[in-house]
């Protein structure tokens, strides 16, 4: 299975219990990011609506995913998650709902990517990073210490993104 073909059959369920397939952001990058409520990295949530009001009118997507897998800092129910992120953060991206991101449990994009990249490269911690380019293809993947808004990620979403209009 090639990048292109994996990414785009995988589908999130949203927080409020929407259909959430990649697909229907085929042709604009995406960002996927595991998160977590109560983690030293949840601040980078400010970060993430950042880089989603800074570029969605690009094509830009930011996803959250919420996990309990780290530390189980994301204890809370789906209302729960929703209720602080928008009271703490103002978070106006789409979020999925709760996930597995590692282990055999796993939401099957988190499979994917132990597969594409080994186990090496799944998220260590919460907030670990993984941008899709545009043609589905693994464009970059940051650890958690890296923030959403660091020179590093920007300039890939950049390179990613059309022109200004």
């Given at each position: 299975?090639?990048?292109?073909?994996?990414?785009?059959?995988?589908?999130?369920?949203?927080?409020?219990?929407?259909r959430?397939?990649?697909?229907?952001?085929?042709?604009?990058?995406?960002?996927?990011?595991?998160?977590?409520?109560?983690?030293?990295?949840?601040?980078?949530?400010?970060?993430?609506?950042?880089?989603?009001?800074?570029?969605?009118?690009?094509?830009?997507?930011?996803?959250?995913?919420p996990?309990?897998?780290?530390?189980?800092?994301?204890?809370?129910?789906?209302?729960?998650?929703?209720?602080?992120?928008?009271?703490g953060?103002?978070v106006?991206?789409?979020?999925?709902?709760?996930?597995?991101?590692?282990?055999?449990?796993a939401?099957?994009?988190?499979?994917?990517?132990?597969?594409?990249?080994?186990?090496?490269?799944?998220?260590?911690?919460?907030?670990?990073?993984?941008?899709?380019?545009?043609?589905?293809?693994?464009?970059?993947?940051?650890?958690?210490?890296?923030?959403?808004?660091?020179?590093?990620?920007t300039?890939?979403?950049?390179?990613?993104?059309?022109n200004?209009?």
């Amino acid at each position: 299975m090639t990048a292109t073909e994996g990414v785009y059959r995988f589908e999130f369920t949203s927080i409020d219990g929407d259909r959430l397939p990649l697909h229907a952001w085929r042709g604009r990058p995406v960002l996927v990011v595991n998160t977590a409520s109560y983690c030293g990295y949840t601040p980078q949530y400010s970060d993430l609506e950042a880089l989603w009001q800074r570029y969605r009118g690009r094509g830009l997507v930011v996803l959250g995913v919420p996990s309990n897998d780290f530390g189980a800092q994301e204890p809370g129910s789906a209302v729960e998650i929703k209720r602080f992120c928008a009271a703490g953060y103002a978070v106006d991206f789409p979020l999925a709902e709760k996930s597995r991101v590692i282990g055999a449990e796993a939401h099957p994009f988190y499979r994917w990517i132990a597969e594409e990249l080994g186990e090496a490269g799944t998220p260590r911690w919460n907030f670990h990073k993984y941008l899709i380019g545009p043609d589905g293809q693994l464009a970059g993947t940051w650890p958690s210490q890296v923030v959403p808004t660091d020179s590093r990620i920007t300039t890939e979403i950049e390179r990613l993104l059309p022109n200004q209009p």
